[in-house]
């Protein structure tokens, strides 16, 4: 079965840390033409795209809001994408998903995961 | 940066009518990254369409896109109940993904 299934996601006190997973199973993690992604929405709010990682984890990058706090990685062994979330801020709060890039010619998000919650609070 | 701007914020229609949702760029962008997105309450988003007009995989074809340059159009020919939900357009460019803030499609 084709899927993402995020994991890691709870409360935390602010300037903390969280370590999101998210396993991918059902097809080859490591195709040319799949990047990964993380995705988040704040309670009530719209999608924010946060992060990407190339299929082979050579190339990143991130949205404005997180650069220099998250980080995203892959292991290609473990078909896992993981997010490191440093210095956390109220403002991170949301249900964090990671989601498939399918290049050529879709180039469209076409797999995403059920979503992970997290809660920066005192 | 590319901000995508979507109208209405909220569409009251019935069962049965038409759906037209709009979705602006603030700049020229390629059309083959312009992509629309559903997403119901409590579940993950679903990709609708993307390169702005090609329908993915199960979509019913009462949806449609269409648009270029800096203006879309997300069209739902004739609404059925499961189709109330909040639609998000979404570009991709520069290494990174811009999504609009969601129109809110209910039933009137």
């Known amino acids: 079965q084709v899927q993402l299934v995020e994991s890691g996601g709870g409360v935390v006190q602010p300037g903390r840390s969280l370590r999101l997973s998210c396993a991918a199973s059902?097809?080859?993690?490591?195709?040319?033409?799949?990047?990964m992604h993380w995705v988040r929405q704040a309670p009530g709010k719209g999608l924010e795209w946060v992060a990407l990682?190339?299929?082979?984890?050579?190339?990143?990058y991130y949205a404005d809001s997180v650069k220099g706090r998250f980080t995203i990685s892959r292991d290609t062994a473990r078909n896992i994408l993981y997010l490191q979330m440093n210095s956390l801020r109220a403002e991170d709060t949301a249900v964090y998903y990671c989601?498939?890039?399918?290049?050529?010619?879709?180039?469209?998000?076409?797999?995403w995961g059920q979503g992970t919650m997290v809660t920066v609070s005192s | 940066e590319i901000v995508l701007t979507q109208s209405p914020g909220t569409l009251s229609l019935s069962p049965g009518e038409r759906a037209a949702l709009s979705c602006r760029a603030s700049?020229?962008?390629?059309?083959?990254?312009f992509a629309w997105y559903q997403q119901k309450p409590g579940q993950a988003p679903r990709l609708l369409i993307y390169?702005?007009?090609s329908r993915a995989t199960g979509i019913p074809d009462r949806f449609s896109g269409s648009g270029s340059g800096t203006d879309f159009t997300l069209t739902i020919s004739r609404l059925e109940p499961e189709d109330f939900a909040v639609y998000y357009c979404?570009?991709?460019?520069?290494?990174?993904?811009?999504f609009g803030q969601g129109t809110k499609l209910e039933i009137k």
């Open positions: 989601a498939r890039w399918i290049g050529d010619p879709f180039d469209a998000f076409d797999l």
């Open positions: 059902g097809f080859t993690f490591t195709f040319y033409n799949y990047g």
């Open positions: 990682v190339s299929y082979d984890g050579s190339l990143k």
């Open positions: 700049q020229s962008v390629r059309s083959s990254y």
């Open positions: 390169g702005a007009s």
């Open positions: 979404q570009y991709y460019g520069d290494s990174r993904g811009t």
